[in-house]
């Protein structure tokens, strides 16, 4: 299981550039495509308790709502995965 798990659609540009960002940074991911599979917009909504995306959930259970690539990296170096 990846550290990361990032629910997310092709069409968000937020998503887009979170993506581009673990991409750019060599960080595993686990990708849960939400346009593609309803049941998974639910559970990034029951994880985030909103339908804004993407949603960035870390193995330790911590999640991020729409990060900015700061708030990202800040998250990714505290926790050893860059």
């Not at 092709?10 to 595993?28: A, I, P, Q, Y």
């Not at 259970?61 to 995965?81: I, K, Q, Y």
Request: net charge negative; hydrophobic share 45%.
């Amino acid at each position: 299981m990846a550290e990361v798990t990032f629910y997310g659609a092709d069409w968000c540009s937020d998503c887009r550039r979170s993506k581009s960002l673990l991409n750019t940074l060599g960080v595993e991911y686990d990708m849960k495509d939400v346009e593609q599979d309803v049941n998974l917009a639910a559970e990034a909504e029951g994880i985030a308790g909103r339908k804004n995306i993407p949603v960035v959930v870390f193995k330790d259970g911590e999640f991020m709502v729409e990060p900015t690539d700061a708030a990202l990296h800040a998250a990714l170096t505290s926790r050893g995965l860059i």
